[in-house]
Structures are given as C-alpha cells and as structure tokens.
C-alpha cells in the first residue's frame, strides 16, 4: 500500500512538471526579449495610458522609453522596467513591467509582462491578486522617497514581490522622466528660482514669502527713550495715539520668480537677471504709515545716495545701500516699495536667515545726531522656494518590518515561549495531559496563525533565494523582505546548531502541524497505522535527500525547471493559497494529507526536501536534551514504539536527524507506570513503605 502511495505521488509530480513546462519556457523571454515598440501592442498601451493617440519611441539618447502623444503635444512617457532599472523580483530573476508616466510626476498605469515569482507563477488566485494590485498603481508618485502608491499587503502570501515590482515602477518613472524635464540633478539645496504660479499680498504674507513687522508709535517711543534721545527730535514726528502705526514693513526675498514676480512685477523681477551679474539676489521690501524704509537723501550727492535708514543684517555680516542698488517696484505691498540688490561679491546667502532693520534720526540729550534702530523684522526662507536633493528612499526592507510590526510581536512572545518548552521539557514532560495539551495548542498556533494567517511558511524556495543572492549581487535588503521569515530563519539556525533539525519540524513548520493534528485525529478515529520496518525506513528517508539534491540543482543550473521542482512542496496550495490553486496541485496536496493520515508525517519523513536539507545540517547539532537509560533498546522499546515517526532505532539510539522534537517519548521516560525501569523502581518504593507502615502498626499504603 505504501509503495503503491508513493508511486500514486510521483505521478502527481510528473503531472505538476507537465502542467508547468508552459511557465518553464517563458524564460526564454529574458533571452530573448523584444524591442520595446513591439512590447507596446494597443492593448498594452490602453492599460498604461490611457486616451493617447499615439507613441513614438524616444531616440534622445536617455533611458529606454516611447513619448505619449495627445495630438501633436507630448502628455507623458511609457516604459519598461526591464530596460530602466532591470529590477529582481524575490525569485532573484528580473521581470518586466510596462508602465506610464505623464509630465506631472505621476504613473498612469501598468502591466506586467513577464515575472518568475516562485510564489504567483501558475497560482491563480495570486496572479488575480498581482493583477488586483497592479490597478492601484495610477496616480503613484514618481519620486524618491515617495510612499503612496498600492500596499503590498494588497497581495497577501507574496508582499515582497509586490513592493519588489511598486518600487521598479517608480524608481523607473523617475529615471525616465528627470531626463526628459532637462532640469539639472539638485545635489545640495538650493534657491527654486524658476517655478512659479500667482500668489496674492495675502497669500505671500500667510505662507511666509513676505514677512511684516507693525511698528507703533509707542513701540518708537520705547527704543527713542532706551538710546537716551528725545522723541521730539526725529526727522518724522509720530502722529495719533500711541497703538497708530508708525511704521508697517514688510520684506522677502525676491530673488525666487515664485516671492519676485508676485511682488515686485514680472519685469522688475526679470531685470535681476538680465542687467545684473549672475549670482545677484534682491530683498523685496515695502512700507506704509508715516515713516518708510526709504526716505528722502538717497537722492543726494552730498549723502553719498545712501539709503542710511534701511540696511540688512546676515549673521556677522550688515549690508548697506545707495541708489544704485535700488529699483522702485511694485505698488501693490506698501504706499513705498522697491527692491535692493545683493551683488554676489557681497556673499549674501538666500537660504540663510537675515533681518531688516530701519533706523531713524534722532538727537540725545547734547543735541547730538544719533541713528536708532527700530524693532527689526527676521525673514527665513519658506522651504517651499529650496530645491533639495532627493531624500535617499527609505530601503524597502524597512517598509515590510514596520508594516509587520504586531505579527513580529506575536511572533517574538511565541518563540519564547517555544524557547521556555524546550528549556523545561522535564517539567513539562512528567505531565502527560499537560504535554499533550500544550502540544497540541502550539501546533494549532503554528498551522493556524502563522500559516493561513500571516503566511509565514518557511519553505525550501526561501533556502534557495538566500543561496542564490550572493551570486547575484542582491543587497542585504533581499535577506531582510520577509520579516516573519527572517525571523524564523534565525531561530531554525540557532536551534539547528544546538538541538538539531526537529525543532523547526516538529514545532515551526504550518504544513507540519496541519499533517500532525490530522494524524492525531485518524488515531482518534481509529484509521488503521502502518510503518515501515527500521530497515525500509533507512531507505526512505534518501528520498528526501534525493528531492532536495534536485531542487537545489535546477534552481542552479535550470532556474525554469528548479522553479517547477520547488513545488514538490505542497506548502504553497495547503498553506499559502488555503488550496486555493490549480486542480493538480489541491490534488497532489490532499494525497500527501491523505497518507499522512496512515503514517504520520510521511511528507516530512520520507520526501521533503527542507527536512533533507535541516537533516543534513543536523549533524552539527551541539546539544541533546532527550534522556535515554541503558535499558533502551534492550531490553525495552517502549519509546521505539511510542514514537509517531519511528526517529529510536531497535537499539534504543534516537536519530536526532529524523526526530521532530515532539517530546512524546521524554513523556514516557518520566511514567513511572509505563517505563519500565521506573516501574520497578516505583514497585520497589511500595513495597518498603508497604513493610515500613506495617512495622509501624498502621495501615498499609497501596501503590
């Protein structure tokens, strides 16, 4: 019966090969892969952008891309992510995404055109969901450091490869579009002089181009009186109450098209660049009530044109002006306005803070000519009117570990409690009921949250990817994508090294659990159990040895072929996808399941290749809890027979290689009614308290 199962398996297999050959030959398409023009068929185009009349492929010399055209004006730019960024995908093979961006920075849509994602190739429901996905990308910005655009829990059992294919998208519209705007690459901040739209006074004033101070006549009193000068010598005297405006300034640099146009007129603004070195800034200022920035003896020759009431002040540095760094400009901020000019040889800079300063004339009390400074007015540049260079992306990674953030808890607080079962099996196994139960809720954690749940199902694919990265130049990022993973892997390797391959098996794999909990119920049921003799189990256990020694061969030298392979593994349909796959492959998984119910964990013992490769690793275990007596083996077997995947050899000798860690036999070491070293030592124990109670004239104590 068991051969004939087996058998029954390899046809599955052979059927799985056959039904996935169509995906293996798709590689040819990387070989081999057609210019873009002839990747952009109509119905490629209506997915990525729509309402264009027609393309036309770009010869500028930049990155691979076609112009979209609407009439005769070009809206955008269509590409392929193969040809601009050549992204991996989480299998570590690059796929093809044809996607659309118009000139405002934002994706018009996508399609894929070719993948080789382990996961989604050949799954129907998955690909459903790539494609799901995929509809959310229009509207996505293209720009570095972005994080709109769809979440890649949209994909649920395959995130890594949706933030994988997200990401190439718009790194790729990016790329394509910075060269096509001919704007020059910002590698430090910068003064945004060119952009522009129409602000009003207000709207200038509210966002903080235009900075005010309100200067009262009381406010002018107070610094008069402080410099010891007398209010009643100033060249403007005050008028009203003391709360009437003195003096209303206001001032911003004018130098942005965005702060200079709106303010101070087109043509003003212009004549900064025009009739003036390059490098040149200008200071907007503007003024109302009875005092102003500017006064009447600029005009003279004999005050050397200076405009001594105004002069701007940068950190160490005060800057003063005469009339021919002054042009009158704009009427609409001030009853007085005008702009000064910053030659560059004066190391003004306009992204650093400055404050303007107005002073007045007065005389102290020996009637000598003093200059008071009024309350100044600060300005710092809005950051709005800066180019910065663009932020370094957050790494994808990072993303997939926050957004994960309460299953990393879970997680953590399981692992230490698994952590706390191994530690305390000789407490915990001297319990049989309590065992049992704990075993029994731990796997039901493991099958139901952290496989149908969360997807966290180590696979021999995950094993696989990590071997192949460093041939394939892949960053630390790859290995960081799947935190669950991540995690998991940690802790498999650091049991691995100190207690062997059974912990993951027996304790951490979903698909081993759900085999487990189904076998406990076929016992409950009373299906009848068959395993093999030692001797025919030694030559089964190869078989998982020889399906990993092909899986890991192809996926080297074959990668088409090591991707169909890998399905050998049921764990995709039953875990995954909750069989939610292809017939052949429910199929396949439910007669694995079904064996299972026979002989218990026939999968992990006899054909998985993940269990091969943890066997393997097994020898370099360097602890072993489980307890043995010299009496194990002979003449008892009592543990031999108890154990659900006969890992005790007739010798009383557990092959740590094939043993799950499910404690069941630690269970029956500790029984004193069923071990049988124990057993008579408990006998013993009776029947010297038996002699001793009754020497004592009391009643004997029964065991």
Sequence with gaps: MFRFCLSLVGVLVLLLLDTQIAFAAGYEYLEHTPPLMERLTPEVVAAVFPDIDHVELMQDGGPPAAAAYRGDEVVGYIFSTLDVVAAHGYSGILFDVIAGVDLEGHVTGSTILFHREPLIVGDEHLTALMQKFMTHTPGMTAKTGASDGPKAELIAGATTSGRAFRNAIRDSARIVLSFREGRPVVTEPTLNIDDFKDLTPEQLLANGSIASIDITNADLTRVVE????????????????????????????????????????????????????????????????????LGYKFQNKSSGYRLERLRIRQGDHVYDFDKSHFMRAGIAMGRVSGLVLLPPETG??????????????????????IQVALPSLEYK?????????????????????????????????????????????????????????VRRGFLLFTLVWLGWTVGAQLSIVHIINYLKAPFLDLDIGFYLAEPLIVIISVYVALSLLLLGRGVFCGWLCPFGALQELLAQLARALRLPQWNPSWKLQKKLWWGKYVSLFVVVTLAFVAPSAGSVAADIEPFKTAISTHFARAFPY???????????????????????PLGGALALL??????????????????????????????????????????????????????????????????????????????????????
């Design 348 to 369: 003004f800079d306009p992204l650093a803070p400055w404050t303007a300063e107005v002073q007045v004339s007065a005389k102290d009390a020996s009637g000598n000519p």
């Design 226 to 293: 402080a410099a010891g000068a007398d209010v009643s010598s100033l060249e403007v005297a005050p008028k009203g109450s003391p709360s009437d405006i003195y003096l209303e300034l206001r001032a911003g640099l004018a130098t942005p098209a965005m702060i200079g146009r709106n303010a101070a007129g087109r043509g003003n603004h212009d004549r900064i660049f025009s009739d003036f070195p390059t490098g040149t800034n200008a200071i907007f200022l503007a003024s109302n009530g009875p005092y102003d920035f």
């Design 618 to 703: 097994d020898r370099l275990h360097l602890l072993n809890l489980l307890k043995r007596r010299p009496e194990c083996g002979s003449p008892c077997h009592l543990c031999e027979r108890s154990c659900p995947v006969r890992a005790i050899a007739p010798s009383g000798k557990i092959d740590m290689a094939e043993c799950f860690q499910c404690l069941d036999c630690q269970v029956e070491y500790y029984d004193d009614h069923r071990c049988p070293p124990l057993a008579r030592e408990r006998k013993v124990r009776a029947r010297q308290n038996f002699v001793l109670t009754r020497s004592a004239g009391a009643a004997p104590v029964r065991s």
């Design 586 to 608: 429910v199929l396949y998984a439910v007669v694995l399941l079904s064996i299972g119910l026979f002989t218990e964990r026939a999968f992990c013992r006899f054909l998985c």
């Design 381 to 437: 540049l809005p950051a709005e009117h800066i180019l910065m260079p663009e932020a370094d992306p957050p790494p994808a990674w990072l993303e997939a570990w926050t957004a994960s953030l309460p299953q990393i808890i879970i997680l953590g607080v399981a692992l230490l409690c698994l952590t706390g079962i191994l530690a305390f099996q000789a407490q915990l196994t001297r319990r049989r009921r309590l065992h049992l139960w």
